[in-house]
């Protein structure tokens, strides 16, 4: 069975634990501890393949945004990250974060990795429509220039898009990991082929 790790990222009171609790139970709770990290846990089926999902919400990511990206970055399969679309200082974060995210990918952080790592961008609380800050495209461009899924979502209203977003995410996720897995085989099995190349020797053509 395969682990899926995924953490969510964004502003404080962007809704990342709205995001999760909606697409983890289907249902939307006002209010949610902010002060703490926390560890989801949830089996589920994607394509007919059983996955472990845990799911990483630390407790919120405004200034210090460098420090807390440190540990889900080595850790985290995935990234979800979350703006308020009716609030352009948390989309601006988000911009931070995906730099961030990026730049790690590509080795700049402690942990290196030969694919860029699966995100998708978040633009939660759609319904505040009449209060938007950020245009959908603005969200759409930003994604694109950082190789992302994009989608905006309501939290308080809707369960469909959010669980479309993170069905995506995790099949790319899974995609990679079988990929990894592939390379880790490939690069086995070439370590055995030179081992034994190296104690038998080259075997000679007869002509
Ligand atoms: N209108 C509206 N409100 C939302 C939505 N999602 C979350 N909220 C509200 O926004 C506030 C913050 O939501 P949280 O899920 O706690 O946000 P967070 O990003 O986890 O915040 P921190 O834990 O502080 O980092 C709460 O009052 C939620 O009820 C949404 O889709 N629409």
Redesign the pocket.
């Known amino acids: 069975m395969n682990d899926v790790k995924l953490a ?1 990222l ?12 909606r697409f983890l139970t289907r249902r ?8 703490a990290n926390s560890l989801y846990h949830k089996r589920l089926s994607v394509d007919g393949r059983q996955l472990n999902l845990e799911v990483f ?5 405004g200034s210090g945004a460098r420090r807390v990206l440190e540990e889900p970055m080595d850790w985290a399969d995935g990234f979800l990250v ?1 703006y ?1 679309i009716s609030d352009r200082a948390s989309f601006s974060n988000a911009k931070t974060l995906l730099r961030q995210i990026r730049e790690g990918s590509n080795g700049g952080c402690s942990s290196f990795r030969e694919v860029e790592v699966p995100v998708c961008l978040v633009g ?5 429509c009449h209060a938007r800050q950020v245009p959908a495209d603005e969200g759409r461009c930003l994604a694109q220039e950082n190789r992302c899924l994009f989608q905006e ?5 809707s369960y469909q898009d959010i669980s479309i977003l993170f069905t995506q995410l995790i099949r790319q996720v899974l995609e990679q990991l079988k990929q990894r897995a592939d390379r880790r085989r490939y690069s086995g099995s070439r370590s055995m082929a030179k081992l034994i190349t190296n104690v038998f020797g080259k075997r000679r053509k007869s002509v």
């Open positions: 969510l964004g502003s404080p009171g962007a809704g990342k634990s709205a995001v999760l609790v939307f709770i006002g209010e949610y501890a902010s002060n919400d630390p407790c919120s990511q979350v308020n939660n609380k759609q319904d505040l979502v309501s939290a308080a209203e």
